[in-house]
């Protein structure tokens, strides 16, 4: 007997890896029990970057972001979705802002913080989604090369 089976919708998200002139990162904290970077839910079909840029603007108040040359993608495969039968694809952006929109976001809630590299490195397993510390790092330091990255 054969069964049917509904396609599984896929939870889209864009990541936002906030990185001043300092080389610090913006993370929120608070929530969830540890630390994470800015993050948005995209509706089926929009465009990453696009939701990222528009996402930015309203909560952010950042009019033209500057996209790093160097991205991490995501997708959970078909077996790691299991108990929801919901995949998630996911686009980590690096954006460079400013020393102002950095204040500007530390100013936005207590629960706000700015990491140096050498603090991400040390307490990166505090830091969600897992990789982000690592990816950071490699931006920064030159040591990963543009473009998309996989992160598994």
Known sequence: M???????????????????DQDRLMLCGGCCGGWTVPQTLLAAGAPFMEGAARYLAERFHIENPHFGS????????????????????SRVFIVRISTKESDSFQAMSPSHARWEISE???????????????LISGYVEGWLPDGPISLY
Request: hydrophobic fraction near 35%; aromatic fraction near 4%; include cysteine.
């Open 120 to 134: 991400l490195r040390s307490r990166h397993r505090d830091v969600s989604p897992e990789g982000v510390a690592l």
């Open 70 to 89: 160097l991205y991490g993608v995501r997708e959970t495969r078909k077996s790691d979705c299991w108990e929801h039968d919901q995949r998630t694809v």
């Open 2 to 20: 054969a069964t049917s089976h509904a396609p599984s919708i896929a939870d889209r998200r864009v990541l936002l890896l906030l990185l001043d």
